[in-house]
């Protein structure tokens, strides 16, 4: 196993302990930190290991910090669409 996977599987874990953790601001500031170590652990892994196992890496991370992905989400569909939200 490469030094890069090691990484990553650390990564997953320290997010799933974080989330386990109480917040009062609901985990927002855990996940921008999270995100931020995350996507060089991402590149690191595609250099080292190849897209396949930075494809299960990423689904892997996304189904830990589903809400910031979903949000995300929300604001591409309406940055295609063109809609405004509503204030």
Not at 5 to 23: D, E, K, Q, R
Not at 37 to 64: E, K, M, N, Q
Request: net charge positive.
């Amino acid at each position: 196993m490469s030094l890069s996977l090691i990484f990553a599987f650390g990564w997953l874990v320290l997010a799933n302990v974080t989330g386990m953790v109480p917040s009062k601001k609901k985990h927002w500031p855990q996940a921008y930190a999270l995100i931020a170590v995350g996507l060089p652990i991402l590149v690191w892994v595609v250099w080292t290991d190849g897209v396949w196992a930075a494809l299960i890496v990423f689904l892997a991370a996304c189904s830990v910090l589903r809400w910031p992905v979903r949000f995300f989400l929300r604001w591409l569909r309406r940055r295609a669409i063109g809609e405004r939200p509503a204030p």
